[in-house]
T-cell receptor, first 113, second 118 residues
Framework: NAGVTQTPKFQVLKTGQSMTLQCAQDMNHEYMSWYRQDPGMGLRLIHYSVGAGITDQGEVPNGYNVSRSTTEDFPLRLLSAAPSQTSVYFC????????????FGQGTRLTVV | AQKITQTQPGMFVQEKEAVTLDCTYDTSDPSYGLFWYKQPSSGEMIFLIYQGSYDQQNATEGRYSLNFQKARKSANLVISASQLGDSAMYFCAMREGLSGTSYGKLTFGQGTILTVHP
């Protein structure tokens, strides 16, 4: 019962470095998404995908790239890390139905120094 | 415009009392779903309850119920008989339907921190 696997759990980056947060699900879900969680801001949608080869921007997409080459994987790339990207990141997946709950990864705590 | 609004940054309740956490939403899509999630201090997201826009009755799951007022676009979470373990952050979320421009996107409110006092 893997569900949504998100790695790494913790990461420290220097300003300007790039990295990829990995997200994989084994439930054959069409919908996958990335959120960032900041104090007082709740969960804000970065990017989402409704199927392989289809991605779209969420509320706060700047500085992040995504791709969806398979149903299972939805990596999030930070192109040039900035201190403003210090946050907790969550990946989530669900079926593409209005009543489908989202299943979340464990989160990644990212610090950019 | 905010799709999901939670106006209570923090709430306090006495153990064994009931508490209502507010959530209002904004959508022009006739088909949508509303969710509540709990996030304890450990950080994981726990699904609590779901309400569909066409559901005639309010959803209930154990001590959780959803007070769905469609005309007012509100979906408040009611927790009965609060327990110390209910202390957590609570998020309201909405998934819009496939017919709208949001195409199934799931958006969250800012959250409400609930503290249960003994």
């Amino acid at each position: 019962n893997a569900g949504v696997t998100q790695t790494p759990k913790f990461q420290v980056l220097k300003t300007g470095q790039s990295m990829t947060l990995q997200c994989a699900q084994d439930m054959n879900h069409e919908y996958m998404s990335w959120y960032r969680q900041d104090p007082g801001m709740g969960l804000r949608l970065i990017h989402y995908s409704v199927g392989a080869g289809i991605t779209d921007q969420g509320e706060v997409p700047n500085g992040y790239n995504v791709s969806r080459s398979t149903t299972e994987d939805f990596p999030l790339r930070l192109l040039s890390a900035a201190p403003s990207q210090t946050s907790v990141y969550f990946c989530a997946s669900s079926q593409l139905l209005t009543g489908s709950e989202a299943f979340f990864g464990q989160g990644t705590r990212l610090t950019v120094v | 415009a905010q799709k999901i609004t939670q106006t209570q940054p923090g709430m306090f309740v006495q153990e064994k009392e009931a508490v209502t956490l507010d959530c209002t939403y904004d959508t022009s899509d006739p088909s949508y779903g509303l969710f509540w999630y709990k996030q304890p201090s450990s950080g994981e997201m726990i699904f609590l309850i779901y309400q569909g826009s066409y559901d005639q009755q309010n959803a209930t799951e154990g001590r959780y119920s959803l007070n769905f007022q469609k005309a007012r676009k509100s979906a408040n979470l009611v927790i009965s008989a609060s327990q110390l373990g209910d202390s957590a952050m609570y998020f309201c979320a909405m998934r819009e339907g496939l017919s709208g421009t949001s195409y199934g996107k799931l958006t969250f409110g800012q959250g409400t921190i609930l503290t249960v006092h003994p």
